[in-house]
C-alpha cells in the first residue's frame, strides 16, 4: 500500500478498499487456478459468472462454491492444504490462529459502522466468511455509503491488519506465481511473481510442454493458469477481470495504476448449462451384444467399407501381443465409426470363438462431427476417476458399496487381472482427457494381457503403444462415400467422375471434410469448383507434362520438381525465401517462373481469405515430378530448399484458407529452435537476409524477427527489436499493439523520451481506445516526475503533452474522474495551473472522492480555486 504520509484516512482507507477487493479477486482466481476441468464444467460456470459479475458479492459466491460447492470437489489435490486454511473452524478467540485475527480484525472495522454487526456468530467460524464481511463492508462504504472522515480514521487500522494478515499467511499466497511466456523456440520465459523459489525453471530448457502465455500458479510443481488475471512478460501492470460483459468483450482493471483494458470474450459465450451426451457415448449399461458383453454405441449407419485398415485393427486387437493400440488421425477421419465396426464384428464373431468377454466402452468426446457442422457435446470421462466410476457402475462389482471402497485402486486391479475372462477397454477421443499422457502412463502401468486397450485419438505421443494410423479414404472408398451421400442429400446428377476426382483431391480423401463439401453444394444445388484443379487421365496428363516439362525455364523447372518435393501446398513467399538463401547473388524472376507453371498446368495457386498465395501441384503432375526428381542433377539442392521450406510446416486445404500466417510462425518458431540448439553458431545472423526478405514481403514478420531478436537478451538484440518494429509500424501505423510493444522495448533500453513518444503515437490512432490515452498520461506524468524527460527540449514536449492532452479533452463522455486527474497533471507539466484547476473541478463533480482528485486538490495552490 501506497505510503499514509501524503494522504489523509479517508484516502487510505479507500485505498485499502481497494487491497481488499484485489485480494479477494486474487484468491478466487488462484483457488480457481486449482480447479481441474471435468464433464461438468465447474470451473467454466464460474468464469461465465464471474466475466458477467455486477459487484462483488458475485466473487464472494464463487469462493463459496470453490471451497464448500460442487466445485470444491474438483481442486487439485495439493490445493486442499488452501482449502482447508479457509474451510476449517477457529476459536476467535485464538490469538494465535491468523484466521482468527483476521476475522476479528474485520469485524471490528465493520462494527464501526453498525455496532450490532454480526453480534450473534458463533464462537468457531471458518476464515472463507472473511470475504462475506469484507463486501459487507464494502457495500456499506465506497460501495453504497458516504463514510466520513471520522469513520474512515477509526476503520483504516483494523481494515489494514486484517488485509495485511490474510495477505501474510494464507498459503495460497506464498506459493510461486509466475508468468509464463513461449519463446519462438518453444522454451519458456518463466518471470517470476512471487518471491517463492522457482520450480518451472526447467521450462527454460525444453519445449515438450504447452502452456500459453500468463500469469499461473504452481500446485504439486505443476503450473495451473490463472484465469481472469492477465499481465505481460514485463510485469508492467496487472488487471484483474472487473465485470463489465458487453457480449464481445469483459472489463478489466488495473488496482495499481487505475487503468481499464477490455478481453476478448468469445470464449464465455456458450451457457453453461450441461450439454447433451454424445452420439457414440457408450450404453449405461452392460448388455449382451452378440457373443459377449458389452455397452459399445450403434454402428454408424452411414459407415463405408475400409477393408485394408478394418483387416489390420482386428488382427492386432484379437492376437495376445500388443496390450495397447492406437487407432490415430486427424478429426474426422472415422476413427470411431472404424472402431464401432471392428468391435462390433468382434463381437459377433465371439459367438462362435472367444476372445474377450465384455468390451467396455469409454467415450472422451467432446464435440461430435456432424452434417451440420461441429456441435459441442458432454464428456462422459475426462480423469481416470471418472473411468473408474464408469467401470464400477457397469460391472457393479458387490463390494462396491461397502465402506472404505476405492474405485482406482479396483480399476487398476481389474486392469492387471490374469486369472478372469479377457476384458477390452476402449477410450474414444482420448485427446479430450485431461493430460492425456499422464493418464496413458496409468493405463499402460497396470494393463496385463490378455486384457487389452484401445485407443482412437487425434494426438499420438504415446511410447510401447501399437500404433494404426488413419488417414485419408482410398480412392475406392470415397467414391463409395460420394455415392452412398450423394444419394442422401439428392445431388447425384450434380457429380461426375471429373468432380468426383476433383472432390477428392481437395479434400486428400478426408471423409467429413467431403460430407461437408457435399452438403454445401446441397445448399447451393449447384456444383461449385473451388480450386479449377487439372483433371483428366493421367495418361494424358503424363503427356501434357512430358511435352511440357522440356519446354520450362531453368527456374521454372527447380520450383516444379521442389513443389513435387514435397506433397504440400507452399506459400509463395516460402518458395522466394528458400531460392534466395541458395542464389543470394542471383536475381531470381521467380513471378515469371511462377506464370509458367500456371500457363502450363503444371502447378495451381491457390489464395487465402487474405490473398496469401500458396503453390501446389496436382497429384498426377506431382507422382510424374517425384520420377523426374530421383534423376535430376539438381536434387541434393532440392533437399537443402525442401528441409528449409518444411520449416513452414506442411499446410493442406484448410491451412490454406487460414492464410500465411501459421506458415510463418512456425518458420521463424524452426530458426529460434536452431539458434538454442547451436547457441554459438550465430545462426540468426545466417538466417537474418532471408528472414528480412520474408518481412518486407510479409509485414506482420517484423513483428516475429522483433521477438528472435529480443530473446538474444543483448544490447544489439534490443536494438534490432526496436527496428523492427519501426518497419512493421510504417505499414501498420494503426496497430494499437505494436506501438505498445515499441514502446515496451524503448523502456527496457532506458529510452524515455522514445518511449513517451510512442505512447502518444498509439493513443492517437483512429480507433485507440480512451484507455490507453489515458493510461499514457499516467506513464507521462511519471516519467517527469522522476525527471527522465529532462533531456527532452521544452517545447519539444509541450507539443506531445498538447497533443495527449488534445485526444483525452475529445471525449468528455467516456472521462472519468482518474482521467480529469491525469488530464490535470498533463496541464501541470504545460505550467497552466487555471487548466489544471478546470480538470480537477471537473473530476470532483464526476467523484468527490477520488483519491488522485482529493491528491490535486491538497497541491494545487488554494487560491488557484478561488475564481
Not at 49 to 75: F, I, K, N, Q, Y
Not at 201 to 217: F, H, I, P, S, W
Not at 460 to 471: A, C, L, Q, W
Not at 802 to 817: C, I, V
Request: negative net charge.
Amino acid at each position: 500500500m501506497r505510503s499514509r504520509e501524503d494522504s489523509d484516512d479517508t484516502t487510505v482507507f479507500l485505498e485499502l478498499m481497494y487491497l481488499g477487493e484485489l485480494t479477494l479477486k486474487i484468491m478466487v482466481a488462484g483457488m480457481l487456478a486449482a480447479t481441474q476441468d471435468d464433464r461438468d464444467r465447474h470451473r467454466y460456470r464460474l468464469e461465465y459468472a464471474l466475466v458477467r459479475a455486477s459487484g462483488l458479492g458475485e466473487w464472494c459466491a464463487a469462493l463459496d462454491d470453490l471451497l464448500t460447492g460442487p466445485s470444491s470437489a474438483t481442486l487439485a489435490g495439493d490445493a486442499i492444504h488452501d482449502k482447508v486454511e479457509l474451510t476449517k473452524n477457529h476459536d476467535l478467540k485464538d490469538e494465535e490462529a491468523w484466521q482468527a485475527v483476521a476475522l476479528n480484525s474485520i469485524l471490528e472495522a465493520c462494527r464501526i459502522i453498525d455496532p450490532d454487526y454480526w453480534s450473534d456468530h458463533p464462537n468457531r467460524v471458518a476464515a472463507r466468511i472473511w470475504a462475506h464481511h469484507f463486501t459487507w463492508l464494502r457495500n456499506k462504504t465506497r460501495g453504497h455509503g458516504a463514510t466520513t472522515l471520522g469513520a474512515s480514521t477509526r476503520m483504516v487500522s483494523a481494515l489494514e491488519r486484517s488485509i495485511e494478515t490474510v495477505i501474510g499467511n494464507f498459503k495460497l499466497f506464498q506459493r510461486e506465481w509466475s508468468y509464463l511466456h513461449r519463446n519462438l523456440s518453444g522454451k519458456y520465459r518463466v518471470v517470476p511473481i512471487s518471491d517463492a523459489a522457482s520450480c518451472l525453471d526447467y521450462l527454460k530448457r525444453q519445449n515438450e510442454a504447452t502452456y500459453e502465455d500468463g500469469v499461473y500458479l504452481v500446485f504439486g510443481g505443476v503450473p495451473s493458469r490463472v484465469p481472469l488475471i492477465f499481465s505481460d512478460v514485463e510485469l508492467s501492470d496487472f488487471f484483474v477481470c472487473n465485470g463489465g460483459y458487453s457480449g464481445s468483450k469483459f472489463e478489466t482493471l488495473s488496482y495499481i495504476s487505475d487503468t481499464r483494458k477490455h478481453f476478448d470474450a468469445q470464449q464465455y459465450t456458450t451457457p453453461p448449462t450441461q450439454l447433451p451426451i454424445s452420439e457414440t457415448e457408450g450404453l449405461g449399461s452392460l448388455e449382451m451384444q452378440g457373443g459377449l458383453f458389452g455397452n459399445l454405441p450403434s454402428r454408424n449407419r452411414d459407415y463405408v467399407d475400409r477393408p485394408q485398415l478394418e483387416e489390420l485393427l482386428e488382427k492386432v486387437l484379437c492376437n495376445d501381443r500388443h496390450a495397447i493400440v492406437t487407432l490415430v488421425g486427424r478429426g474426422g477421419t472415422g476413427k470411431t465409426s472404424l472402431a464401432l465396426e471392428v468391435l462390433h464384428r468382434i463381437a459377433t464373431a465371439n459367438e462362435k470363438k472367444s476372445r474377450f468377454f465384455a468390451i467396455l466402452w469409454f467415450s472422451a468426446r467432446d464435440v461430435d462431427l456432424t452434417s451440420l457442422g461441429p456441435k459441442l457435446v458432454r464428456p462422459r470421462v475426462v480423469s481416470i476417476a471418472d473411468i473408474a466410476d464408469e467401470y464400477v457402475n457397469l460391472t457393479e462389482p458387490a463390494d462396491a458399496k461397502k465402506k472404505g471402497f476405492k474405485k482406482v485402486e479396483f480399476l487398476a486391479d481389474q486392469l492387471g487381472r490374469t486369472d478372469e475372462e479377457p476384458l477390452l477397454y476402449v477410450f474414444d477421443n482420448f485427446e479430450t482427457v485431461r493430460d492425456p499422457q499422464a493418464m496413458y502412463e496409468w493405463l499402460d502401468t497396470y494393463i496385463r494381457p490378455p486384457n487389452k486397450i484401445l485407443i482412437t485419438t487425434r494426438l499420438r505421443d504415446f511410447k510401447g503403444d501399437y500404433p494404426v494410423e488413419v488417414g485419408g479414404m482410398r480412392r475406392e472408398e470415397f467414391d463409395k462415400l460420394i455415392s452412398a451421400t450423394s444419394v442422401q442429400l439428392g445431388i447425384t446428377r450434380l457429380l461426375n467422375e471429373q468432380r468426383c476426382t476433383q472432390l477428392f483431391d481437395n479434400s486428400d480423401g478426408h471423409p467429413y471434410v467431403a460430407k461437408l463439401l457435399l452438403g454445401e453444394i446441397a445448399n447451393q444445388n449447384k456444383w461449385s469448383d473451388a480450386n479449377q484443379l487439372v483433371a483428366g487421365k493421367d495418361d494424358m496428363l503424363q503427356a501434357l507434362f512430358e511435352r511440357t516439362y522440356t519446354q520450362l525455364s531453368p527456374l521454372a523447372r527447380r520450383i516444379f520438381l521442389t513443389l513435387c518435393g514435397w506433397r504440400s501446398a507452399v506459400p509463395r513467399l516460402a518458395m522466394e525465401a528458400a531460392l534466395l538463401r541458395s542464389a543470394a547473388d542471383e536475381t531470381l524472376d521467380t513471378g515469371k517462373a511462377v506464370d509458367q507453371l500456371v500457363r502450363s498446368s503444371m502447378a495451381d495457386i491457390s489464395r487465402s481469405d487474405e490473398g496469401d498465395e500458396f503453390l501446389a501441384v496436382p497429384l498426377a503432375a506431382s507422382l510424374f515430378g517425384r520420377k523426374k526428381l530421383q534423376v535430376s542433377p539438381i536434387a541434393s539442392t532440392i533437399e537443402v530448399d525442401l528441409q528449409f521450406l518444411q520449416m513452414f510446416g506442411a499446410a493442406r486445404g484448410a491451412d490454406v484458407s487460414r492464410g500465411i500466417r501459421p506458415r510463418v510462425n512456425r518458420m521463424f518458431r524452426a530458426v529460434a529452435e536452431k539458434i538454442q540448439a547451436e547457441p554459438g553458431a550465430n545462426v540468426l545472423a545466417t538466417y537474418l537476409p532471408v528472414l528480412e526478405h520474408i518481412a518486407r514481403r510479409y509485414p506482420p514478420a517484423w513483428m516475429l524477427l522483433a521477438d528472435l531478436s529480443e530473446e538474444q537478451q543483448t544490447e544489439s538484440g534490443t536494438k534490432r527489436a526496436i527496428e523492427c518494429v519501426r518497419h512493421f509500424l510504417e505499414e501498420n501505423p494503426e496497430n494499437l499493439q505494436a506501438w505498445g510493444r515499441l514502446a515496451a522495448l524503448l523502456r527496457k533500453q532506458g529510452d524515455s523520451v522514445g518511449e513517451a513518444q510512442a505512447l502518444v503515437s498509439r493513443s492517437i490512432q483512429s480507433g485507440a481506445p480512451y484507455e490507453l490515452a489515458s493510461e499514457a498520461a499516467w506513464r507521462l506524468s511519471a516519467l517527469n516526475t522522476a525527471k527522465q524527460l529532462d533531456e527532452m527540449p521544452e517545447d519539444e514536449l509541450a507539443a506531445l503533452v498538447q497533443t495527449l492532452l488534445d485526444r483525452l479533452d475529445s471525449s468528455r463522455e467516456e472521462t472519468t474522474a482518474t482521467d480529469y486527474s491525469r488530464m490535470a497533471w498533463l496541464a501541470v507539466m504545460l505550467h497552466d495551473i487555471p487548466l489544471a484547476v478546470k480538470y480537477t473541478n471537473s473530476g470532483a463533480d464526476r467523484d468527490p472522492s477520488n483519491p488522485h482528485i482529493r491528491k490535486l486538490q491538497g497541491w494545487l495552490p488554494a487560491e488557484a480555486f478561488k475564481f
